[in-house]
């Protein structure tokens, strides 16, 4: 996926340290809003798993770091529940601002319930994802309960969550005190699923039924079964996100598009298996253990399910190109940032194809269009291009290739 850096300005004036990942090529099909947890940032791994799944399937997301917390200005202090909800609304401002309203909302533990509050001050938005959030705000009161006797005395103290210490204030706890969501559920409006372990050690899964029960329809539950609750498992966060992009096409209007979760299977050989059934051209593929769908546009009478032979054959070439750039750059120590090729295929006359060594008769034809992003020198870029063509497909293309076609007994 590609990343760009922003600056969001809060309500305070202070700038929140925001990133916007966005699909490899093309325009998003939708841009959601991400919002981690108490004790994290937008960096965590599971978020950045999330979205990963999530700009596969080109939906763009957009995260940042709450006011004093990780990269962004202001003290964590001086913050609490009701500035994370303004944080919330100011962040999808900018979304719709600068690219367009978010309509999708993506909350991690008190982020989820966060989000549910802020949902409706954001009415674009269709869906609303909460993974591991407690019902109530003043969930948290119970966290620092050891803690507030001090803090009440004194004004302020700090403590340890998560192992990390916070500073915390009076007018904290005050706010949790004062926070009512159970009006913000019952009229969200907008299509709801609630992600939950039932092993969750920091908010129970009680938390989950509350919500689920509060909630009208359309609502939906996933458990996470053997999860913990900040998904260090990779496989548990990359089944979120999958599962997030599956639920919210018919949100999204995408619905008569299938999808794939993208969470790797065994692989049983080194073999690539692919298999046609009796659903038109609907293709399964399974490729080192990766599943895919390969399939036909509508206008030759497939579903358009995924790309057709020929894409994948122009898929294969560009990650062997642009991979190949990755580590030649790499070996050389240049500063490639980034490589994109786009390629196309074409049947043409061979008179007007220098390349094919022939007049008569017509052959394919593929374009490939290289853009390297970075501050390399003119010798660099175009020692590049020239690599480009010793990818190890670049040349399998170009030799003699022999197919045996064998029956299975």
């Known amino acids: 996926m590609n990343s760009e850096k922003w600056s969001i300005t809060n309500e305070m004036g202070q700038k929140l340290a925001a990133r916007l990942d966005l699909p490899v090529d093309g325009e998003p099909v939708a841009y959601a809003l991400f919002a981690h947890c108490f004790t994290c940032t937008k960096n965590f791994k599971a978020a ?5 799944a999530l700009t596969r399937k080109r939906i763009a997301v957009l995260r940042f770091d709450f006011t004093g917390l990780g990269e962004s200005e202001g003290d964590f202090a001086d913050t609490n529940y009701s500035s994370n909800v303004s944080d919330l609304v100011t962040a999808a401002e900018f979304l719709k601002e600068h690219y367009q309203a978010p309509k999708i909302l993506i909350g991690h533990s008190l982020g989820g319930t966060a989000m549910l509050q802020a949902a409706g001050q954001i009415p674009e938005a269709v869906a609303v994802v909460t993974i591991g959030s407690p019902c109530r705000p003043d969930h948290l009161l119970k966290l620092l309960a050891g803690s507030r006797p001090l803090i009440e005395q004194a004004g302020e103290a700090e403590v340890t969550l998560a192992g990390r210490p916070f500073k915390i204030k009076k007018q904290f706890l005050e706010d949790l005190d004062e926070q009512r969501i159970t009006e913000s559920v019952q009229h969200l409006r907008k ?102 769908v390969a399939d036909e546009p509508l206008a030759v009478g497939g579903q358009n399910l995924g790309p057709n032979p020929y894409d994948l054959l122009l898929a294969g070439l560009g990650a062997c190109t642009s991979m190949t750039l990755r580590m030649y750059a790499d070996h050389k120590g240049w500063p490639l940032e980034t490589a994109i090729v786009r390629l196309s295929h074409n049947k043409t006359h061979a008179k007007d194809c220098e390349e094919a060594g022939t007049e008569t008769g017509k052959v394919d034809c593929i374009v490939r269009e290289i853009e390297v992003l970075g501050p390399l020198d003119e010798e660099q870029r175009a020692r590049l291009l020239e690599i480009a063509d010793r990818c190890p497909v670049h040349r399998t293309l170009h030799s003699k290739i022999v197919v045996r076609t064998e029956a299975k007994a």
């Open 48 to 52: 950045d798993n999330i979205s990963t």
């Open 191 to 292: 299509g709801l699923l609630i992600f939950h372990s039932p092993i969750d050690q920091i908010v129970s899964v009680d938390n989950a039924a509350d919500i689920f029960w509060l909630a009208k329809h359309p609502k939906s539950f996933i458990s996470l079964d053997t999860a913990d609750h900040l998904l260090s498992n990779e496989l548990d966060s990359r089944y979120v996100g999958a599962m997030i992009e599956t639920w919210a096409r018919k949100y999204l209007g995408l619905d008569k598009q299938q999808t794939q979760v993208t969470v790797p299977l065994p692989a049983l050989d080194n073999r690539v298996t692919v298999r046609t059934g009796r659903e038109k051209y609907r293709t399964e593929i399974l490729a080192a253990g990766h599943s895919l």
